[in-house]
T-cell receptor, first 113, second 115 residues
Framework: DAEITQSPRHKITETGRQVTLACHQT?????MFWYRQDLGHGLRLIHY???????NKGEVSDGYSVSRSNTEDLPLTLESAASSQTSVYFC????????????FGEGSRLTVL | AQSVAQPEDQVKVAEGNPLTVKCTYS??????LFWYVQYPNRGLQFLLK??????LVKGSYGFEAEFNKSQTSFHLKKPSALVSDSALYFC?????????????FGKGTKLSVIP
């Protein structure tokens, strides 16, 4: 079955280190998104991509970057991790023209000490 | 910019009773509205959406939502709650900004169904 997978599911890192969270989908979806989930804030959009070589900033993009070199993957990089980036990160995808229906991964819990 | 508000952080209901999870929205133009559910330690799952047409939208697992344009609301409902409905529910609105479409989520409402 087609799916969307995130790795690692749990990670602990130190302030200042570079961290990359992987997202891989097998639906051949053009649209991919990264959200962070924090208590009291719900989900907030970090970055998104509508296709290969396309990336866009979302609401809370500072300190994060993405690259889209193929259809299946959208890795999220924290260039220099900060304690404020401790969160649960969700990758999501959708096909065709974006209509709001998203398929989410299981999430990656990141702790920055 | 578009936004949604979920006025209740938590809703508790007895099993078998009807449930309502509230959502109000703000968006320019026609609203495209969504409900998602998140079970513990899982990603979000799409429940239902309103694009146009009937104000009562039916979705997965027996859920439905009522769109009310005059009150700018999109409340999630179910006639008879199950313990397995206990989860975190998110309302969302699709809006445009900077030439692209983005889905904006509310802060979520925790639903607890008491046996």
């Amino acid at each position: 079955d087609a799916e969307i997978t995130q790795s690692p599911r749990h990670k602990i890192t130190e302030t200042g280190r570079q961290v990359t969270l992987a997202c891989h989908q097998t639906w051949n979806h053009n649209n991919m998104f990264w959200y962070r989930q924090d208590l009291g804030h719900g989900l907030r959009l970090i970055h998104y991509s509508y296709g290969v070589q396309d990336t866009n900033k979302g609401e809370v993009s500072d300190g994060y970057s993405v690259s889209r070199s193929n259809t299946e993957d959208l890795p999220l990089t924290l260039e220099s991790a900060a304690s404020s980036q401790t969160s649960v990160y969700f990758c999501a995808s959708s096909g065709g023209s974006f209509t709001g229906e998203l398929f989410f991964g299981e999430g990656s819990r990141l702790t920055v000490l | 910019a578009q936004s949604v508000a979920q006025p209740e952080d938590q809703v508790k209901v007895a099993e078998g009773n009807p449930l309502t999870v509230k959502c109000t929205y703000s968006v320019s133009g026609n609203p495209y509205l969504f409900w998602y559910v998140q079970y513990p330690n899982r990603g979000l799952q799409f429940l239902l959406k309103y694009i146009t047409g009937d104000n009562l939208v039916k979705g997965s697992y027996g859920f439905e939502a009522e769109f009310n344009k005059s009150q700018t609301s999109f409340h999630l409902k179910k006639p008879s709650a199950l313990v397995s409905d206990s989860a975190l529910y998110f309302c969302a609105v699709l809006g445009s900004g900077a030439g692209s479409y983005q889905l904006t989520f509310g802060k979520g409402t925790k639903l607890s169904v008491i046996p």
